[in-house]
């Protein structure tokens, strides 16, 4: 299984991929979580990456595409991958077919997880992460059942959930409109190549996820 997410932020992109990659073992190859993790350490490139970030605006295409490189190329990914955030633009798809070819490993489907635009505002700012675990919450609609902590740990050592950074309302506006300018043509992209389903993304985190498993052929 060889698959790529798209979707607007707060689109359930990251909720759905973990879903998948605990359910079959493959991996979630996270642009966002890659370049958080950069940033986190204090890297060259997470120092490189980090105005881009805070600003909701898309970092440089060489950035991604040498975490992505990177990551792609660890023995884990044999199994297959969910990619989560990349490609981001055209340019980021070119460069990711090319990768894939020479690495031998296609594409076999690109999910579009389609949402009201209208609800988007509010998924974002519900958005909940664990520091420690990266397990994805929301306040309104995928509470954690142990509150503000996060449930993937045993209750002496569960740490408070986070909200990211460029989860404020600022940013989430300009976020958006780079998804409309600059990822949403990626749709029209994949639908040509015959590689694109929608999934309904407007359900109960459960009844996505079905419909996701069968979108992926699995
Ligand atoms: P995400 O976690 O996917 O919402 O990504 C968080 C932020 O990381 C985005 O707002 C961008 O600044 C950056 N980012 C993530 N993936 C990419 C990508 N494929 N290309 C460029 N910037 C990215």
């Known amino acids: 299984m060889r698959l790529v997410l798209l979707g607007a932020p707060g ?3 990251g909720t759905q991929a973990q879903r998948l990659r605990d359910q079959k073992g493959i991996p979630q190859v996270s642009s966002g979580d890659l370049l958080r993790d950069a940033v986190a350490r204090g890297t060259d490139l997470g120092k490189r990456a980090k105005a881009a970030m805070d600003a909701g605006e898309l970092v440089s295409d060489e950035i991604v595409l040498g975490l992505i490189r990177e990551r792609l190329g660890r023995p884990d990914v044999a199994k297959g991958f969910i990619l989560d955030g990349f490609p981001r633009n055209v340019a ?3 460069a990711l077919d090319r990768l894939l070819t020479e690495i031998g490993q296609p594409i076999d489907t690109v999910v579009l997880m389609d949402v009201d635009a209208k609800a988007l505002v509010q998924r974002l700012t519900g958005r909940r992460t664990c ?3 990266g397990k994805v ?3 309104y609609s995928s509470p954690s059942t142990r509150g ?4 993937n ?23 958006l409109k780079v998804y409309a300018s600059q990822t949403s043509p990626l749709i029209e992209h994949y639908t040509a190549r ?10 109960a985190v459960e009844k996505v996820f079905a419909t996701f498993v069968r979108a992926a052929g699995g």
């Open 92 to 94: 980021q798809a070119g």
């Open 11 to 13: 689109s359930g992109k």
């Open 194 to 203: 015959g590689l694109l389903k929608i999934v309904n993304a407007d359900q």
């Open 148 to 151: 503000d902590r996060c449930d």
């Open 131 to 133: 520091p420690k675990c």
């Open 153 to 175: 740990h045993p209750d002496a050592e569960a740490p408070l959930l986070v909200q990211r950074a460029d989860d404020k309302e600022d940013v989430i506006e300009n976020r």
């Open 137 to 139: 919450f929301n306040v």
